[in-house]
Each structure stands twice: as C-alpha cells, then as structure tokens.
C-alpha cells in the first residue's frame, strides 16, 4: 500500500498527524510506503525568519498573548501524542528549501525519508531550531 502525505514542515499538525499514522501503522502489519509530497502552507514567506507567534498575531489580528494561548492549545494535543513541542521558540519562514532538501533525499535513498523528516518536525518544533536555509 502507497500513502501519499501533502505536509510542510512548519504545521504542527502535520507532526502530529505523521505520529498518529505512525502508531496506527503499528498496529497492522502491512507493507506500507509513506511519500512526502511538499506542500508550503505560505510559499510567498520570506527567507528570513521572524518569530512565529509574532506573526501569528499579525496574521490573524490578535494579540501576541492570544497568539501564545492558541500554540498553547497545540502544544496540549502534541504532549498527549508524546511531543515535547516549545513553539514559543519557533521562527517561521519559507519552506522551499527544506522541501526541495527532502524530495531530494527521498529520491535518493527513500528508506531515509521518515525519519528525515521526523529529525526535522523535532529540530523545529521540539528543539526551535531554523530549517530554512542551509544557513540557519
């Protein structure tokens, strides 16, 4: 069985989807290929991060505590699913790159892509750390 995933890298619930399908899968015992498809939830976003509460904020005209209390209520459903999401540290930006960085591993050694791509939702999401660009 092939399933196609459509994510980007910076959507919490796409961790937090790709976990749940990963303990689902688990519990059958079926020959499963999970492809990437990149999909940017912003592709006009710039190259050079800002915080992402911040522009949260800005894009839904709320407050910079309001933004925080919705990634609280995020961060609430990725603990129960095991992540240890912080993304009062998360910067947002454009996706391009780490994408086209996935599709290439994944072209070249697929077996590599999930747990790329499982590197990657933590470094951004548990640990804050910038996926951008090979300088961040």
């Known amino acids: 069985m092939r399933i196609d995933v459509w994510a980007d890298l910076v959507c919490p619930w796409c961790f937090i989807g790709k976990r749940r399908l990963q303990r689902a899968l688990?519990?059958?015992n079926v020959d499963v290929q999970i492809v990437h498809r990149a999909f940017?939830?912003?592709p006009t976003a710039s190259t050079h991060s800002e915080?992402?509460?911040d522009h949260l904020a800005a894009k839904y005209g709320?407050?910079?505590e309001q933004a925080l209390e919705m990634m609280s209520e995020v961060t609430e459903v990725a603990s129960a699913e095991g992540l240890d999401y912080h993304l009062d540290k998360t910067m947002t930006g454009n996706t391009r790159d780490v994408?086209?960085?996935v599709l290439w591993?994944?072209?070249t050694?697929?077996?590599s892509t999930q747990p790329l791509l499982t590197d990657l939702y933590s470094a951004y999401f548990e640990?804050?750390?910038r996926i951008f660009t090979v300088e961040d």
Do not use: I, M, N
């Open 40 to 42: 940017q939830l912003d």
């Open 109 to 111: 050694k697929p077996e």
């Open 62 to 64: 709320v407050s910079r």
């Open 51 to 53: 915080p992402t509460v």
């Open 26 to 28: 688990e519990d059958y």
């Open 99 to 101: 994408h086209r960085f």
């Open 127 to 129: 640990k804050g750390e």
């Open 105 to 107: 591993a994944q072209d």
